[in-house]
């Protein structure tokens, strides 16, 4: 070294961190950590449910376009009555179902009612949607 040139060093601590965490803080850490972990998971969950239902509800509306297709080609016979039960509540379907009966039975509604005592209700008898846990 030089004598009219100084050279200025920092002094550096080489003897590491002197502040130590204490039992509470790492507990509260820990429990900050799996609260996340927790929130993550039912976010992930809740995703799946509404992706579940998302594609029930689309293949649903595919189902129900063929079943009606169905109705429409055979309105009278056993395979249209599957496709409206099937169908559940539509009431254009149901009318049409209805007045090609009472067509059928040459216009006496009197012969319906013996052949169909009790009116069905679809909507008294609609499912809950399945819950998502």
């Known amino acids: 070294m030089l004598p009219f ?3 200025k060093r920092r002094k550096i601590n080489l ?5 130590v ?3 509470t803080d790492i ?11 927790e929130e993550i998971r039912r976010r992930h969950e809740s995703a ?3 992706q579940s239902r998302w594609r029930s509800s689309q293949q649903f509306r595919v189902v129900k376009h063929i079943l009606s297709e169905l109705f429409q080609e055979d309105v009278l016979g056993l395979n249209g009555m ?15 179902w209805s007045e090609g009966v009472v067509r059928a039975g ?8 013996n052949m169909y005592p009790v009116a069905y209700d679809a909507r008294k008898y609609r499912l809950p949607l399945a819950t998502c846990y």
């Open 5 to 7: 040139a100084q050279e």
């Open 15 to 19: 003897g590491g961190a002197t502040s």
């Open 21 to 23: 965490s204490s039992q």
């Open 27 to 37: 507990l509260h850490s820990a429990k900050a950590r799996r609260s996340a972990r």
């Open 48 to 50: 799946l449910c509404i």
């Open 82 to 96: 599957r496709a409206l039960v099937l169908i559940g509540n539509n009431d254009e379907l149901l009318t049409q």
């Open 106 to 113: 040459d216009g006496k509604p009197s012969s319906v009612s």
